[in-house]
C-alpha cells in the first residue's frame, strides 16, 4: 500500500496537471483555428458530392415517389 501523500504535494500535483490540460486544449484550439479553411472547404465537397448523388439517384429511380 501507498503512504498518503501530504498536502502540498497533493497541491502541486494538481497545479501541474492543470498547467499540462491548459497548453493542451490551447494547442488543440490553435491547430484547429488554422486548418478550420481546409477542413471546411472538404466539408462543403463531400456535402455537393452527396446532394448531387441523391439528385442523380432520385432521376434514375424507377420508383419516382422515393427519396
Given at each position: 500500500m501507498e503512504p498518503p501523500r501530504n498536502l502540498i504535494t497533493r497541491i502541486l500535483e494538481a497545479a501541474f496537471m492543470l498547467a499540462l490540460a491548459a497548453f493542451l486544449i490551447k494547442?488543440?484550439?490553435g491547430w484547429i483555428l488554422e486548418i478550420w479553411p481546409v477542413l471546411f472547404a472538404?466539408?462543403?465537397?463531400?456535402a455537393?458530392?452527396?446532394?448531387i448523388y441523391r439528385i442523380w439517384k432520385h432521376k434514375h429511380d424507377k420508383d419516382l415517389g422515393q427519396w
Open positions: 494547442t488543440a484550439v472538404i466539408a462543403m465537397v463531400i455537393v458530392i452527396i446532394v
